[in-house]
Structure formats: C-alpha cells, structure tokens
C-alpha cells in the first residue's frame, strides 16, 4: 500500500516562495499519476497540479499556471510542488495524492490515495 509523508509547508510572506515534497513508501510510486490539492478553511478541496506516471506532462489551473511547478523523481519515490509568487489565498493545507490512472486528471475521487497535509501559510 502507498503511504506519503509530505513536507516544506510553513509560513512565508507575500511573493515568496515555498517548495513542498512528498514521499512515498512502496515499490509502485511510477505507477500513479500523481496530483496536489489543497483546501482552505470553508471551502472544498480543489485541484492545483498533476503529473503523469513518467513525469513527461503536467497540467495545472489557471489559477496556479505559471507559478507552480510540479515535478516527480520515480527513482526517490517523490512528488514537488515548488510554488513561486504566492498570494494570501494560496493560503491552505496542501494534500499530495496518487490516482491509479493511465492518464492525468483532475478529479478528485479518482486520487486514492493521500497525503496527511502540510499547512501553507502566505501573510505578511
């Protein structure tokens, strides 16, 4: 079974940057598409990255495109998310999750597996 332990949330100010790491226990990490969500205090959970299974093909929101990078390392069983220009409302918990997908999406309940999260605080 998958299991993740994330990392590099914290507080930073406006227009800094923060990089997040997720790894993963368990031989099958190359398997997955791997996404990023996140979830900010009464609001649903909702998508910021994904990545294919080889790494080869991102996709992001508008809302994050062009100041988030998502990247992932099959050979240390990791997933980044390195976040650039952040704002207030990047402010959240931010969530890495596996899909067993042959292809990139969105959609929340296709992630089966998930991370415990990692608090991203952007204030000044």
């Known amino acids: 079974q998958l299991q993740f332990a994330e990392s590099g949330g914290g507080l930073v100010q406006p227009g800094g940057s923060l990089r997040l790491s997720c790894a993963a226990s368990g031989r099958t990490f190359s398997s997955y598409v791997m996404g990023w969500f996140r979830q900010a205090p009464g609001k649903e959970r909702e998508f910021v990255a994904a990545?294919?299974?080889?790494?080869?093909?991102?996709y992001y929101p508008d809302s994050v495109k062009g100041r988030f990078t998502i990247s992932r390392d099959n050979a240390e069983n990791t997933v980044y998310l390195q976040m650039n220009s952040l704002t207030p409302e990047d402010t959240a918990v931010y969530y890495c999750a596996a899909a067993p997908s042959r292809y990139m999406t969105t959609t929340r309940y296709e992630y089966t597996v998930w991370g415990q999260g990692t608090q991203v605080t952007v204030s000044s």
């Open positions: 990545i294919n299974r080889s790494g080869g093909s991102t």
